[in-house]
């Protein structure tokens, strides 16, 4: 019994410190990734060229009958606004 319970607590310790070393890797590894790429930001775009930025009618019923098919006739298209 004395070695069962040796063996085991010798075990979960292993297991422990194995763990810890595996998060503070991965951390330093998402450091050190972070480091060399950084996120790239991307410019928010501004109004179209020709100053409307409306969705057309044919783009507009498009999205609505996508919708409806989706989700069965219960959603519906409030506001469309493009990016």
């Excluded at 595996?22 to 775009?45: D, G, H, R």
């Excluded at 057309?56 to 006739?73: C, E, H, L, N, Y």
């Amino acid at each position: 019994m004395n070695i069962g319970l040796t063996l085991m607590i010798v075990g979960m310790v292993t297991v422990f410190a194995v763990l810890l070393i595996i998060i503070n890797l991965s951390e330093l590894l998402i450091q050190c990734v972070n480091k060399i790429a950084p996120e790239e930001t991307t410019a928010k775009k501004n109004a179209s060229p020709t100053g409307t930025s409306a969705v057309t009618p044919d783009v507009m019923a498009v999205i609505r009958q996508t919708v409806s098919q989706i989700t069965g006739g219960r959603g519906t298209v409030a506001n469309v606004t493009p990016i």
